[in-house]
């Protein structure tokens, strides 16, 4: 089945510097993948939609210009949280969709964020 | 707009206990639905899906039927194991271009031996 990875699976930075997180699809192309944050024992904030070849779609209340979205080649999508800082702790989860025949999502495993 | 209602957790069962967890749904349209399942520390799995009305999806036991006159896509297992504790999210998402799934606020579910 369709895979895809996430780098790093988990990072901590001191406040102020910039993370930078990548998702790439490993078997497919996708056009289009879907950032997330999730809280502790909360659902997934759908943060922006990255598109291949024009710029992100956010979410309403989510800051583009910290949370930088790059969707370089059909594969290749990238997060960049700049000036980090504690609030920004957080699970950070990509997904591509399926495009053909039921929309299922698939998931990266998720990078861990501690902003200390 | 669309939504995705799941009940509240934590649900807690016994091994071999039956288990379901309710989901309705809100949307336009025929959405295709989800289930997701998140293991701890983990990214989130397809567990089964249902793209058209009264498909029945089913995988490692789990079970879900997509009812359009009630609206729900419930998931149900009948002998529940200590290693299906996960947080599980029901989802829509529909096609014509629009890829963006709804979630719902997942249930967590603690199996005990």
């Known amino acids: 089945g369709a895979v895809v990875s996430q780098h790093p699976s988990r990072v901590i930075c001191k406040s102020g510097t910039s993370v930078k997180i990548e998702c790439r699809s490993l078997d497919f192309q996708a056009t289009t993948m879907f950032w997330y944050r999730q809280f502790p024992k909360q659902s997934l904030m759908l943060m922006a939609t990255s598109n291949e070849g024009s710029k992100a779609t956010y979410e309403q209340g989510v800051e583009k210009d910290k949370f930088l979205i790059n969707h370089a080649s059909l594969t290749l999508s990238t997060l960049t949280v700049t000036s980090a800082h504690p609030e920004d702790s957080s699970f950070y989860i990509c997904?591509?969709?399926?495009?053909?025949?039921?929309?299922?999502?698939?998931f990266g495993p998720g990078t861990r964020l501690t902003v200390l | 707009g669309d939504s995705v209602t799941q009940m509240e957790g934590p649900v807690t069962l016994s091994e071999e206990a039956f288990l379901t967890i309710n989901c309705t749904y809100t949307a336009t349209g025929y959405p295709s639905l989800f289930w997701y399942v998140q293991y701890p520390g983990e990214g989130l799995q397809l567990l089964l899906k249902?793209?058209?009305?009264?498909d029945k999806g089913s995988n490692k036991g789990f079970e879900a039927t997509y009812r359009k006159e009630t609206t729900s896509f419930h998931l149900e297992k009948g002998s529940v194991q200590v290693s299906d504790s996960a947080v599980y999210f029901c989802a829509l998402s529909k096609g014509g271009g629009s890829y963006i799934p709804t979630f719902g606020r997942g249930t967590s579910l603690i199996v005990h031996p």
């Open positions: 997904s591509a969709p399926r495009q053909s025949g039921g929309n299922e999502q698939f």
């Open positions: 249902a793209t058209k009305a009264d």
